[in-house]
């Protein structure tokens, strides 16, 4: 029999987790960013500014942004001169993030379906691997972190931001009460989907804490794996390098 895994709080077989997180993300594609913004308070564009100010990318570097949706965090490193590969599993995402470039005229980024398991591209393709609020939906984690250092060049460096449970007492309750009960309604009012939230909220807690998740970036060959804390826990930008 198959191990089972968590489809957040339930327990599934790997290919029907996959299937479901494709479900999810085709549901809530349209009103994605709207949601973001929502259920964020606006917050999520700071964290994506600051992480891209980690990522650094520079003028003619091939960067693939994995899991890379409706093309947030690409535009912003597309607006630095890189040249963004925007891949994620999910078709309808990728479909909203083209009509949004198409509309802030930006050109250099090209779009492709892949499940960050198993990626089609060449060894040793990428300058840098970012993969953003994405890491934690993918069935799994270890082979996908095996893959981003197989596609990295020499020197490439890898860089992923994940929500991450709180350690701050009391604000990891206040935090804990908000995303199970706030999120899913604000789901259910906004976009008529109170199921998809709620395992967006879910697969946040059953995410592995910071230095759990770093031992695993290290496992997978990166070197200087760090683990950098923002907001009080609540997101961290986890970093490695390929030499
Ligand atoms: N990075 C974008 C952002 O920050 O706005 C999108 C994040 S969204 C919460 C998570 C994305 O992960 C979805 O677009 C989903 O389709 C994608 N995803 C889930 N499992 C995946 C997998 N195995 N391979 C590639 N993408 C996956």
């Known amino acids: 029999m198959t191990d089972q895994v968590n489809f957040g709080d339930e327990l599934v077989s790997p290919e029907e987790k996959t299937r479901r997180v494709g479900q999810v993300f085709s549901s809530v594609a349209r009103r994605y960013d709207v949601m973001n913004d929502l259920m964020s308070g606006g917050m999520h564009r700071l964290w994506k500014d600051r992480f891209v100010g980690r990522v650094k990318p520079r003028p003619g570097e091939d960067i693939l942004d994995m899991a890379g949706g409706t093309g947030d965090v690409a535009f912003r490193m597309a607006r630095r001169g890189a040249r963004v590969t925007v891949a994620d599993i999910n078709a309808d995402m990728l479909e909203v993030g083209k009509e949004r470039a198409r509309r802030q005229g930006l050109s250099n980024l090209s779009w492709q379906v892949e499940n960050a398991e198993r990626l089609s591209f060449a060894d040793a393709r990428f300058d840098a691997y970012t993969i953003v609020f994405g890491i934690r939906n993918v069935t799994d984690i270890p082979a996908a972190l095996r893959e981003a250092h197989r596609v990295l060049k020499r020197g490439g460096r890898f860089f992923c931001m994940e929500f991450s ?3 701050w ?3 990891s309750n206040l935090y804990d009460a908000y995303s199970s009960n706030v999120i899913p309604k604000v789901g259910k009012w906004v976009a008529d989907d109170e199921e998809s939230y709620r395992y967006l909220v879910e697969s946040i807690r059953r995410f592995p804490r910071p230095g759990a ?4 970036v290290s496992e997978a060959g990166f070197v200087r ?4 804390p923002m907001l009080g826990g609540l997101v961290t930008i986890h970093s490695g390098w390929k030499i």
């Open 169 to 171: 007492p009391g604000f």
């Open 225 to 228: 794996a760090a683990a950098e």
């Open 165 to 167: 449970s709180s350690d």
């Open 213 to 216: 998740f770093k031992a695993m």
